[in-house]
């Protein structure tokens, strides 16, 4: 059964998933001012082990722009790394990669 979360921002989402995150003992890692970085790079870097998730996040009807897709891309292709983008309707399928050993 999916958990509907009622609509957030993205802020508070990132939020949400960083505090899941750390609780399940990763290492998360966000860019606070992307103007400064390269164009597209994922919203967070989560570690936990030999695993690393990329983690694009989108609220609403927003949806990854090419930039951000291809860093995705590129990060898929690295030997134990999840790229993936997500929204809030996602949460359920996304605790489970998180909880995934």
Known sequence: ???????IS?????AQVVAAAEAL??????THDSRRSTPGFPDLIMVKGYRMIALELKV???KPTP??????AALRDVWQ?????????????????LKRE
């Open 1 to 7: 059964m999916r958990t509907a979360l009622p609509s």
């Open 81 to 97: 790394v999840d790229a993936l983008w997500a929204k809030p309707d996602d949460w359920d399928s996304l605790m489970e990669l």
């Open 67 to 72: 930039a951000q897709l291809v860093w995705l």
């Open 25 to 30: 003992g990763y290492m998360c890692y966000h």
């Open 10 to 14: 993205e802020r508070a989402f990132q």
């Open 60 to 62: 609403g009807r927003r």
